[in-house]
């Protein structure tokens, strides 16, 4: 539910809640996806992938796959003319694997068919003889084991220390936490039609979140010059960090060049959970002091990631889970260590929060537990440590843009709580639901805080640029229209409708067309990820937008003959205000089109030094949760009945759309709080399907209530802070301090299973 | 692959006969999702959606007939009178889309141990009428189901309808799944008591291979019941529970685990009964 609030502003401009353009086709089943994608001639492309987490492949044979009638090309890693392996931060995964398989699921070879069946049957024809390895699937075992791959098992091991990280407190808790395997679960499967092209190279249309590091790996891989490999978006249907990676891409292109066809790749629901990476397991250890009168004195934790198979973004995972560890709050003292370490379980990488989310769990339930320790109610516990606009983070990094986490957990406990149980309650609203377990008498209630934060962008000292061109022309009616070229993908966040409300703002042109997001006609908008698009992307629309008002005022300047000083632009025309004189945009456009191009950098952040300190963020964004929470005890069952939120939001620049994040962002936060696990035995992915890896549904969403701090970020294009990630943080960590509330139990394990309910009691 | 698209039942048997490796597709709920995980790959389907007589069904004096292409829907909306922890059981499958493709016959035949209608099916003793072109034949459920997935069904058969006496009293039906909808039971139970024979019957169901019948429990609480108010005390439901999950032959899987399995077949075994009564003393 949206908040009255929100919904406030209309108009078309920045600041109203315009209505994303994609919406309606979307809602109607008549979007376009990547999987709908068809031309004529073209071929089915399959991925046979490992059945087992570890093995040696002493041989593989395609010739029966190609004795198939119907089978046009099957590649296997001998047939990567460039480089074999790929990958975001180091090429540390193979094209396909040869000679080891580090992961169940792994691609082993591919082929391409006249139909999907005819590619299937052949991808199962491939004789691969595989002899099996005992697979490494503990993550702090990996630590000191054997190398499973030549970059070895720790993909990075960082220790953050500030102050006396021995000092020590007059009140000490700890803990161990664990959370799961969280996977994206986006309804659209990994898909893209690559198209083998008269130059020779090749032209894919994909799903994915970062076009031009698509483009790259793919011209390594191919061993072609970047730009013979033109990357184009198709429709996607949602990332949240899982298209960051290469799935298909490179299988597509080398299928379509072996092939000299069209070939089309469309995951099934079952190889999708093979075909991207997931949401790192964590194991992590906590001691936090305090003093008597409440004040944080000291933080320690240890901090394991299960990065699988290979490196993908670990590296970056695990640098955000450490400098995060101890939450929003002040410290002069702490010691936060974390390794990400190689296993043979399935690769993780980038999810929604990518790090944070995490530790939220730990230091949360660390921070209730001093509360409790304290006799301190938890939520007054927290405010007497936030950080705050001038505070150092535990990376000796001085917060220099705003931090309103005092507002956002003010805001979230000041929403009304919802009705309370009775006997009125309709049974399905009960945990267990539809099942119809529970009867009022079997319920309990129970409430709980969370706080939570993470950085925009990307950190550590990389520049994730973002370019964009606009051009200024009449369109043959004689109208203005602004024609946006940025390969930004849109996956659903809301770029699309926030470009335009940008140019329609700063130029006060009507006509704004984005075009098609590729790689041919401009340089990288970097990844859609990290909160940072409405920063990045919207930075450089904005900066071109100045570059062309320039431009305008120069026109009109000569025009009106006095200096473009005198001029002012509104509503898409230029007047002198001394004179009143007016030059509409139409006259200004009738001597030719405009058009200017831009490159737009963040400032620069460093990477972490000695003791893992240095200003390596750009900036913070903070949201706190307070979630309310049925549970059945003896059964274990949960139902999440509300969840209020504060989010630091910078400044909303489409309230519908930031509400938008918020409530499918608490959606997501909660389902790793409650169901959603990768159950791995050995690993073995045990549950590849929606019949079994669950997400929630409309009965386990709850009410939610947002309020929307506006604080403007100061170096913050239009002063607004990216809007995805925080509802995914802290969410969760709510609703399983909520679930301790009504049991009473020590909740330390995320997804919280019936059994770690029922059966303790 | 062949398809066909009979009107009648024994258009639809003729069919089986004529392409002996066919596949009868009524909802396809599970079915669907096996051809398109690659686990079966049939030589022909006949479809069951356009036989209208399969869909047939009729409230007796003694005795409910349900037509095999009855959908979940259909038992939520028509049958909730007659049979209200049908109806229930019916509610708690899938999504609407799912409630209005999948068939009790569907159910019935593949016979997976976590089939919604299955553990009051085997409450009431029902009985499924299974036709081929050469005879009609009446089966009780508990020797038609043989294991996880496995019948007695044999070549050219199909389900034509399930019956079950017509019971009057209170029923229920309760499922555990780690979602609050559309999720695959992990535990589940019926209790229908018959005010008539003063007996209660207990199903359950996803906590074995096959549907199973808490005969302990059964009976333990039928003597332990006032009939003359329908109550109970206290300690005989806790009873009834902890005899159900005696009977109770759970698995660990990546659904749950044997022990969970247990607790909540005690629990929801416990709570349809309470449901049952008028008091608990």
Not at chain 1, 491 to 500: D, E, I, K, P
Not at chain 2, 199 to 209: A, E, Q, T
Not at chain 2, 217 to 228: G, L, N, Q, R
Request: proline share 6%; net charge negative; charged share 20%.
């Amino acid at each position: 539910m949206v908040s009255p609030s929100v919904m406030r502003r209309r108009g078309s401009h920045l600041g109203a809640s315009v209505l994303r353009p994609d919406g309606g086709p979307k809602a109607k089943g008549e979007f376009a996806f990547s999987s709908d994608m068809w031309m004529d001639g073209m071929l089915w492309g399959r991925t046979l992938r490992s059945p087992y987490p570890a093995a040696l492949i002493k041989g593989i044979d395609v010739s029966p796959a190609l004795a198939i009638p119907g089978v046009r090309a099957v590649i296997s890693a001998q047939d990567v003319p460039g480089r074999k392996t790929f990958g975001l931060e180091r090429a540390d995964q193979p094209v396909f694997a040869s000679d080891v398989v580090r992961y169940h699921g792994e691609p082993v070879a591919a082929v391409a068919a006249d139909h999907p069946d005819t590619a299937r049957r052949a991808a199962a024809a491939i004789r691969v003889d595989y002899e099996p390895l005992e697979p490494l699937v503990v993550a702090e075992a990996a630590i000191n084991a054997p190398a499973i791959h030549p970059d070895g098992n720790v993909f990075r091991h960082i220790v953050i220390r500030t102050g006396d990280p021995t000092a020590v407190g007059d009140v000490v808790v700890e803990g161990t936490y664990e959370v799961g395997m969280q996977d994206q679960a986006f309804m659209g499967p990994e898909s893209g039609l690559a198209v083998p092209s008269l130059d020779g190279g090749v032209d894919l249309y994909v799903a994915t979140q970062w076009l031009h590091a698509d483009r790259d790996q793919i011209a390594e891989s191919l061993a072609m010059d970047p730009r013979m490999v033109r990357v184009s978006l198709a429709g996607v249907g949602g990332a949240f960090g899982g298209r960051e990676d290469v799935s298909l891409q490179i299988h597509a292109c080398l299928l379509a060049l072996r092939s000299g066809r069209p070939v089309k790749m469309v995951y099934g629901r079952d190889e999708s959970f093979f075909g991207h990476v997931h949401r790192h397991p964590a194991k992590m250890w906590y001691r936090h002091h305090a003093n008597r009168d409440g004040e944080l004195v000291n933080v320690e934790a240890r901090i394991v990631l299960d990065g699988g198979a290979y490196l993908s973004s670990s590296n970056a995972v695990i640098s955000n889970a450490v400098c995060f560890a101890a939450g929003p709050y002040r410290l002069a003292n702490a010691k936060v260590e974390g390794w990400a370490a190689r296993t043979n379980n399935p690769p993780c990488g980038a999810m929604r929060g990518f790090g944070a989310v995490q530790v939220c769990y730990g230091h949360e339930a660390q921070m209730d537990k001093l509360a409790a320790e304290l006799g301190m109610d938890p939520v007054q516990f927290r405010l007497k440590n936030v950080l705050r606009r001038n505070d150092k983070m535990i990376t000796g990094q001085v917060i220099k843009g705003t931090a309103p986490v005092e507002e956002v957990i003010r805001a979230a406990v000041s929403h009304p709580l919802p009705v309370p149980l009775d006997s009125s309650a309709e049974m399905m609203s009960l945990p267990g639901g539809a099942g119809m377990t529970a009867d009022i008498s079997d319920v309990r209630r129970g409430v709980g805080v969370a706080v939570g934060f993470k950085n925009l962008a990307y950190s550590e000292g990389y520049d994730d640029f973002t370019t964009a061109r606009i051009r200024l022309d009449l369109s043959p009616q004689g109208e203005p229209v602004a024609t946006v070229v940025i390969a930004t993908a849109e996956v659903g966040q809301g770029f699309v409708t926030l470009a335009s409300q940008i140019v329609r703002d700063l130029l006060g042109v009507d006509q704004v067309v984005l075009a098609p997001a590729g790689t041919e006609d401009i340089g990288s908008a970097g990844s859609s990820s990290a909160s940072r698009q409405t920063w990045m992307s919207g930075g450089a629309i904005e900066h071109v937008c100045m570059m062309l008002r320039d431009s305008l005022l120069e026109r009109a300047a000569g025009e009106l003959d006095c200096p473009s000083s005198d001029l002012i632009m509104r509503d898409g025309e230029v007047s002198r205000e001394s004179t009143a004189q007016r030059v509409s945009m139409t006259s200004l456009l009738a001597a030719g089109p405009l058009q200017a191009e831009h490159e737009f950098h963040h400032a620069k952040t460093q990477p972490l030094g000695v003791d893992g300190q240095g200003d390596a963020m750009l900036s913070l964004m903070f949201a706190a949760h307070r979630a309310v929470v049925d549970v059945d005890p003896d059964l274990g069952l949960v139902r999440v009945v509300q969840v209020t939120t504060g989010q630091d939001v910078g400044k909303a620049l489409n309230p519908v759309q930031v509400t938008g994040q918020i409530e499918g962002g608490i959606a997501q936060g909660i389902g790793l709080a409650v169901m959603e696990e990768i159950v791995l035995d050995e690993g073995r992915v045990r549950n590849p399907s929606f019949t079994d890896y669950l997400i929630p549904t409309a009965l386990d969403v709850p009410e939610v209530a947002a309020t929307l701090i506006e604080e403007p970020e100061p170096g913050a294009p239009f002063g607004a802070k990216g809007v995805g990630e925080p509802p995914t943080i802290s969410s969760g960590p709510a609703v399983a301090a909520a679930i301790r509330a009504a049991t009473g139990l020590d909740v330390t394990r995320v997804p919280v299973r019936p059994q770690d309910l029922a059966l303790r009691r | 692959m062949r398809v066909a698209r009979p009107r009648t039942i024994s258009e639809a048997l003729s069919a089986l006969d004529d392409n002996p490796g066919s596949q009868l597709l009524a909802g396809g709920t599970d079915f669907c999702v096996e051809v398109n995980y690659g686990h079966r790959r049939p030589e022909g389907v006949v479809c069951l959606r356009r036989v209208a007589e399969l869909r047939d069904f009729e409230v007796g004096e003694g005795k409910v007939r349900i037509g095999a292409g009855t959908t979940y829907t259909e038992m939520v909306k028509r049958l909730s009178g007659v049979l209200p922890a049908l109806a229930a059981a019916a509610r708690t499958v899938g999504s609407p889309q799912i409630r209005n493709a999948g068939t009790l016959g569907g159910n019935v035949a593949t016979a997976s141990p976590a089939g919604d209608t299955l553990p009051l099916l085997a409450a009431l003793d029902a009985e499924v009428v299974l036709v081929s072109s050469k005879a009609r034949r009446v089966v009780p459920l508990n020797e038609l189901i043989t294991g996880v997935k496995t019948t007695t069904i044999g070549p050219g058969e199909m389900v034509a309808e399930v019956v079950v006496p017509r019971i009057s009293g209170p029923q229920h039906f309760l499922k555990v799944g780690t979602r609050n909808a559309m999720v695959i039971s992990i535990a589940s139970a019926a209790v229908v008591v018959d005010l008539q024979a003063q007996v209660v019957r207990c199903g359950l169901g996803s906590v074995g291979p096959v549907p199973i019948r808490a005969s302990r429990a059964e009976e333990m609480i039928s003597e332990a019941i006032d009939w003359d108010d329908l109550s109970a005390p206290r300690a005989a439901l806790e009873r009834f529970g902890d005899l159900a999950a005696e009977a109770a032959r759970p698995i660990t899987d990546h659904r749950s685990t044997a022990d969970y399995r247990k607790r909540a077949v005690a629990v929801i075994a416990a709570r349809a009964m309470r449901r049952s009564l008028t008091r608990v003393t």
